[in-house]
């Protein structure tokens, strides 16, 4: 059997998950990465998309909208603005959060709305991930 490694994932609002997994798939703002027992000290930031934790448990899928991730080695944190496990989602939730994403980037300064265009561009990738 593989090696494991504690994920919690937690929002603002509740605890979602707190248990051993063999690896975890993390959307990573600076691209996917895949997280494993023993991985080197790392902190970084989500993007919106398609989180996936596999363990003696099974899968566990999650829509996250961004939030932090710090892998220890022998744990992984990740701390996420918003997350949804897929199954819970649907095409009206993605519609909502892509509207409220549009809203915002219509409303940011000039400096601030490529970063505000690619989390709707994100948030529209998500929304497809998750099959809707």
Known sequence: MAETLQFDLVTPERKLSSVPVTEVQIPGAEGDMTVMAGHAPTITTLRPGILKAIGPQGHLTFAVTGGFVEATGPSLSVLAEQAIPVEDTNATIFDELVAEARSLAD??????????DKKVADLIALRAAAGY
């Open 107 to 116: 409303a940011a300064l000039p400096e601030d709305r490529a970063v505000a």
